[in-house]
């Protein structure tokens, strides 16, 4: 991941961890490049939360795959965030995004 925001995360110890090298096999990226989250939104049939921010990675195209997804049984909560990668590490964000993830978890299995 290229940029100063990748590298504060990948290229120090804050994103380190025991045995991991900062590589990835060249086979990942076609697949990985090819694959359309927005079309694999239409063959959810689950309950569905997605979670997500305005300074997250391509923030147009969360919204695009939640609407994508053809069930009433969903919501987006959209979050107030630094930058996407403080998902990954950042106590307030986890916790916020956790919270509500287990909110509706809640929610969904005390209904069924």
């Known amino acids: 991941m290229p940029g100063q925001e990748a590298y504060d995360y990948?290229?120090?110890k804050r994103?380190?961890?025991p045995g991991w090298v900062n590589r990835s096999a060249v086979m990942f990226f076609?697949?990985?490049l090819q694959f359309n989250a927005?079309?694999?939104?239409r063959?959810?049939?689950?309950p569905t939360l997605v979670i997500?921010?305005?300074?997250?990675l391509v923030p147009d195209g969360a919204r695009r795959f939640f609407n994508s997804i053809p069930n009433n049984q969903?919501?987006?909560y959209w979050m107030n965030t630094k930058n996407?990668?403080?998902f990954y590490d950042q106590p307030e964000v986890v916790e916020e995004a956790a919270g509500k993830a287990a909110t509706w978890l809640k929610q969904k299995l005390a209904s069924n």
């Open 10 to 12: 990948y290229g120090t």
């Open 15 to 17: 994103g380190s961890q």
């Open 30 to 32: 076609e697949p990985f």
């Open 38 to 41: 927005i079309d694999a939104g």
């Open 43 to 46: 063959e959810i049939k689950a």
């Open 52 to 56: 997500h921010s305005d300074t997250a």
């Open 74 to 76: 969903k919501n987006l």
């Open 84 to 86: 996407h990668i403080a």
